[in-house]
């Protein structure tokens, strides 16, 4: 049996016209984009034009797009000049954001560099809007509001709009991890009242190692890293060349098919909420399944008993790869934090299914089929 891949929230296979833009990039065109030779410059020439094309899907300025390693590192730099360069004292965030935000402010709150609250959460996963109010309202100090834009886990949508109006009323900077969006939803950062946004390119069908964060030009920060004068000086090291020239690429062939794919996509999600209603008594789903929601992920939940408990070993023996939560967690088997913090049922399994271009209804039929004769 072919393996069945539904862990694209984890990670997604490279697209081979992606590959194609990225090797000439590891093999003839390898000059360093720093030096000032003929084989420096057209080096220089992709970066600059990745970003440009970056800028342009994103409605953003060229000058507010920088280059990273990913989304950790994207989010550590923006934890860190929030609270450094620009007078952060409070952050408000949520119990359900990756790790790579909460471990960061964690860090700084330890530090006590910062304090930090959380913002409640509906039983479904939402934010409480109402309550994230009255704690920037109770705050004198300046806040860093930092919330995902889509949850990793169970799919929910932030709304933010509403969330960037409040750090404007509130005079907050405003944080969100876009991970899970950036590549699967037009963003438009014109209209986006927010400070930072976080992309990584292995999200959307582009290489690991290359990441993006978005910092608005109405601040001015330090770098993260120090060293050479990269990046516009905000980022110091040899630029991931062929990684750029990958993401750049890789998020022009999603936007450029957003409209198709995600229709495609969000219909193999459907069929297969309806066939384990239709086939595995007793499941339910984590988080707002069928309203806002990311049209890639569906979290189920499972009746625990004997057989169910070893749901994601026994899929795995059979060829097919699903997690129970975050991947960057998952190997830490201490369950998911996140549906910890809505659904905290000891007597449900979690799986969390996701989907990308390359799946097929046929295989949503071979794991339903799976699950069932397993559970």
Known sequence: MNRIYFDNAATTALDKEVLDVMLPYLTEKFGNPSSVYSYGRETRLAIEKARKSVAHLLNAHPGEIFFTSGGTESNNTAILSAIRDLGCRHIITSRIEHHAVLHTVEHYDNLDQVTSSFVKLFPDGHVDLNDLEEQ???HEERCLVSLMCANNEIGNLLDMDAVGSLCQKYNAIFHSDCVQ??????IDLRKTPAHFITASGHKFHGPKGAGLLYINDNIRIKPFIYG????RNMRAGTENLYGIVGFAKALEMSMSNLEKESAYILSLKMYMIEMLRKKIKGVQFNGDTEGRSLYTVLSAAFPKNEKSEMILFNLDIHNICVSG??????GADQGSHV?????NNPNLVTVRFSFSKYNTKEEVDI??????ELI
């Open 136 to 138: 920037l309202e109770a």
């Open 181 to 186: 969006s950036v590549g699967h939803y037009s």
């Open 228 to 231: 050479g004068g990269q990046e």
């Open 325 to 330: 939560g975050s991947a960057c967690s998952s």
């Open 339 to 343: 549906i910890r913090a809505i659904n």
């Open 367 to 372: 794991v339903v089929g799976k699950v069932k």
